[in-house]
């Protein structure tokens, strides 16, 4: 009985079933209907994330490669020094791909008054080549040969430079610059720079040649004290250079400065109608297109490629002189001093430093016609390894050759592979701006 009680007192459950049954119901279709919003929520979130990672890959890199990109970045940077900026440049659309073509768009037919300043399209013309200073010619480099052979030095003292280097007088009043260096392979780059400079006729170079130190000779006794106080040895090969006088600093010509400039016919052209009185600029200019031939042969470290180096810490450094050029007051010759980097110690770094010796070679397209008749010559016959080495044997005594080497026959090849490569670029440059 008490069980039905309870079963018959169970009616007010009955309804409380019923209320629940539709609370279920409600809240099951309630549960569909997030489920589902859940779903179209998660699938737009998920085409969205799907369509935005790769953009974002696309523009971002990962971060592992952070320090590649920089590398390449800073590569890119550097090559565009002198790129794509001739004063005639246009900085649309389609220049932008094809540089070249933007050179061709470009050109004007040289006039008569033009003939003077550019030859051949590539080539410095007559009315430059007439005002270039005269410099140190083989007469002069001959004359300072034999004089060394027979001079008497009287006084050194500290001067010429760095370190252990020297100014020495003579009896008669004359000086020199004494070069002497611990290693061997700097004095064979500063002698060796100098014979290439003689075969590729530039007047650049100041006349010198080899010594040995050697206290019983008469170039030498009477230096005995100056010489212990300089901590030289005996029996050391040094280059006895002859001393210019009237020198000043030369800066960096405002074409090769600013980022993004290189030389060619149309620069020259569009500098002498933006001012007609460019005749002194471009003799300067001339014997830069000789210096950058020069020290892309050479790999010299020391002059305009110590400049491009430094510029990526310091972008003011373009503006500063360049390092190991001068210019004489009374001539405005360019002086090339301190050669010791090249033929030998600037090959073992061309790895590191290639990239700035290519800049300028790659942005140059104005030469001296008899500087690129040499070059030409020289990729012909390929004899320049017989040329430095027949030199160095007539001009030096035994006594010479027996404490300094020749050049080694991997800084021939090399040289040779360079000249190979400044062949090219006067031919690229030809196929450019040479007239038809």
């Known amino acids: 009985m008490g069980g039905y009680t309870n079963f018959g007192g169970a009616k007010p459950g009955l309804i409380s079933w019923d209320s629940d049954a539709k609370s279920t119901q409600l809240s099951s279709a309630v549960y569909k209907n997030l489920c589902l919003l859940s779903a179209v929520f998660a699938f737009s979130v998920g085409l969205t994330i799907g369509i935005l990672i790769p953009l974002v890959y696309l523009k971002t890199p990962p971060r592992n490669d952070t ?3 920089e590398t390449v970045n800073a590569s890119a940077v550097i090559r565009t020094i002198f790129l794509n900026n001739s004063y005639a440049y246009k900085n649309d659309s389609e220049s932008d791909k094809y540089p070249t073509v933007s050179f061709v768009k470009s050109f004007v037919p040289l006039e008569r008054s033009d003939e003077d300043l ?3 399209g590539i080539f410095w013309g007559k009315k430059i080549e007439r005002a270039l200073p005269e410099g140190y010619k083989e007469q002069k480099h001959d004359v300072w040969q034999d004089y060394v052979k027979k001079a008497v030095a009287v006084k050194m003292e500290n001067g010429c430079g760095r370190m252990q280097n020297r100014l020495v007088t003579f009896q008669d009043g004359l000086k020199g610059c004494v070069r002497y260096r611990q ?3 700097q004095i064979q780059g500063e002698l060796f720079s100098f014979y290439l400079a003689k075969i590729l006729n ?5 006349p010198s040649a080899v010594s040995i130190v050697d206290l019983g000779q008469p170039l030498w006794r009477n230096l005995r004290n100056e010489i212990a106080s ?5 029996n050391r090969p040094i280059v006895l250079t002859q001393f210019i006088s009237n020198l000043n600093s030369a800066n960096i010509p405002a074409v090769f400065k600013p980022v993004e400039r290189h030389l060619n016919k149309l620069d020259v052209l569009n500098m002498t109608r933006n001012d007609e009185d460019q005749i002194g600029s471009f003799v300067e200019l001339a014997q830069w297109s000789d210096l950058i031939v020069f020290d892309y042969l050479t790999a010299n470290l020391d002059r305009i490629v110590n400049n491009l180096y430094n510029y990526q810490w310091n972008t003011n450094i373009m503006d500063a002189p360049a390092h190991n050029l001068a ?19 600037g090959y073992r770094l061309l790895k590191k430093y290639e990239i700035y010796h290519s800049i300028l070679l790659d942005n140059l397209c104005m030469f001296r016609k008899q500087t690129v008749d040499v070059i030409k010559r020289l990729k012909t ?6 040329l430095l080495r027949d030199m160095f044997d007539r001009l030096n005594s035994d006594s010479v050759k027996d404490i300094l080497p020749t ?4 800084s021939v090849k090399i040289l040779n592979d360079r000249i190979d490569r400044v062949y090219n670029q006067i031919l690229k440059c030809e196929s450019v701006f040479a007239n038809t």
């Open 381 to 386: 016959k390929g004899d320049v390894g017989v």
């Open 67 to 69: 320090v590649a990109l």
């Open 202 to 206: 530039l007047p650049n170079l100041a």
């Open 230 to 234: 300089a901590q030289w040895n005996s």
């Open 118 to 120: 550019v030859e051949n």
């Open 183 to 185: 290693n061997t392979d």
């Open 407 to 410: 050049i080694p026959d991997k």
């Open 327 to 345: 210019k004489k007051a009374d001539s405005d010759l360019l002086v090339f001093l301190d050669n010791e980097s090249g033929l030998l110690h």
